[in-house]
């Protein structure tokens, strides 16, 4: 796909996602039939579909059988007329998706998966210990099921000897695969070869990108193996996470249209709280510390840390506010989650953005928020850099959102042996502060 075909699905979707209030409906799915003219009764998906010189079609001739398109379209009676349509330039039969694991009971999980654009279901029962389950799409080739609830993780961890940071991977599982192995976290078959080593992901794996699913039981698995060799993966919540689990579903990739609709449940209740990525999402937290560095998604603001909330009472008050909500006179520390000024929305730290976050965050107050957790440095995403490091002169914030749908934009940060370096995905280092200053 070209880029400006990306723009206009995207732009599309957008759209469509937010007329969808009036009365307007939005379907991906295969062109089933159309006519030989651009005009007339097409078949989309299961629903028919008129076509009049009021509806706006981009690149008709490419839209053939078999092909996919975003379709907007209104209900007027018992008839569909289509307001806008966009060409998907795959075809149903190319499209991998899942597995979605839905807990029935405490023994029994449903494992619903798209291979070659056909939904198979199955069920695992007398599920009394961990289970692997093999044989399940061309990404995720087996999983571990294991029927306990994942608990709550730690708030605070002592230094590792190495650490690997990187957030904001949008769905781009091949480019996280791609740097991970790179700087020898993982080896060629995607296993876990850091050891003792910590890799914290900063929020915001999810949306844009159309490989969440493949990226989501990837760290899922890392996560296991990192435990057993000793080492741990922290994945710290952001504000797309919660979107997707609060039904705000505007960034999702148009595939995710698509495969929720032939599996027949919606997105965010595909990752509901009965769901295994679902109710893993809602054991993690929002605010981490391991050794010298504050991890959050958006930013720990001044407002919030007035309010002198200890951070595992924190995670334990986003755990309780998911999926966000709003709520009347709400502050960042009763409503950490849905806030403006609470961890997953924050954006004070930057002058561009500083105004509608009442104003910007000053070094003594950085300093106060990283003395009173025992940091040296808040590491944040949320809000894109050029490259990862100190957003300031200051040296208290480093920035490590990049985009990561550009191979040659994706970083990370990493800390060894108390020395910090921005990394590249060929493996390439650069020490942020050769003085050693900070």
């Not at 991970?180 to 915001?204: R, T």
């Not at 990837?218 to 993966?233: C, D, F, M, T």
């Not at 930057?350 to 990283?370: E, M, N, R």
Request: hydrophobic share 40%; proline share 6%; aromatic share 8%.
């Amino acid at each position: 796909m070209n880029q400006k075909t990306a723009l206009l699905i995207g732009l599309l979707f957008t759209i469509t996602i937010q007329v969808q209030a009036q009365s307007r409906k939005i379907l991906f799915e295969e062109v089933k039939a159309r006519p030989a003219a651009t005009t007339g009764q097409w078949v989309i998906g299961n629903k028919n579909m008129i076509v009049d010189s009021n509806s706006q079609i981009a690149s008709a001739a490419e839209i053939k059988t078999g092909s996919l398109a975003v379709t907007e379209y209104f209900e007027v009676g018992d008839k569909n007329y289509v307001t806008r349509m966009q060409p998907y330039p795959i075809q149903a039969s190319e499209i991998n998706d899942g597995p979605y694991v839905n807990w029935l009971d405490p023994q029994t999980a449903e494992i619903i998966t798209m291979v070659n654009g056909k939904v198979t279901r199955q069920q695992i029962e007398k599920l009394t210990e961990p289970r692997v389950i093999k044989q399940l799409t061309p990404r995720v080739q087996s999983l571990m099921l294991d029927p306990a609830p994942p608990s709550p993780p730690k708030s605070e961890w002592e230094q590792p000897s190495r650490l690997m940071a990187i957030s904001d991977l949008e769905g781009n599982y091949l480019n996280a695969v791609r740097f991970l192995e790179n700087n020898k976290v993982i080896d060629e078959q995607g296993h876990w070869i850091w050891g003792e080593g910590h890799l914290v992901l900063v929020g915001d794996l999810v949306d844009r990108g159309q490989s969440v699913t493949e990226l989501m039981w990837l760290i899922h698995r890392l996560e296991q193996e990192a435990i057993a060799a000793g080492g741990q993966v922290h994945y710290v919540l952001g504000n797309h996470e919660a979107m997707v689990m609060g039904g705000d579903l505007r960034y999702i990739h148009p595939k995710y249209l698509f495969t929720s609709t032939r599996i027949g449940v919606a997105y965010d209740q595909l990752h509901g709280p009965n769901t295994e990525i679902g109710r893993w999402w809602r054991s993690k937290n929002g605010v981490t510390r391991v050794g010298d560095l504050l991890f959050v998604h958006g930013g720990y603001s001044p407002k919030l840390d007035a309010a002198k909330i200890e951070i595992q009472q924190l995670n334990r008050l986003i755990r309780e506010g998911l999926p966000p909500r709003k709520s009347v006179g709400a502050t960042p520390a009763t409503n950490p989650v849905g806030d403006m000024h609470g961890p997953f929305w924050y954006r004070g730290y930057f002058p561009k953005h500083a105004a509608a976050w009442d104003g910007l965050a000053t070094p003594d107050q950085l300093k106060q928020i990283l003395n009173r957790h025992n940091a040296k440095h808040v590491v944040i995403g949320h809000t894109v850099v050029d490259q990862v490091g100190p957003i300031d002169d200051s040296g208290f914030v480093l920035g490590i959102d990049v985009k990561w749908a550009d191979s040659k934009k994706c970083e990370g940060l990493l800390q060894e042996n108390g020395i910090l370096y921005r990394v590249l995905i060929n493996g390439q280092r650069q020490r942020l502060f050769p003085d050693n200053a900070k």
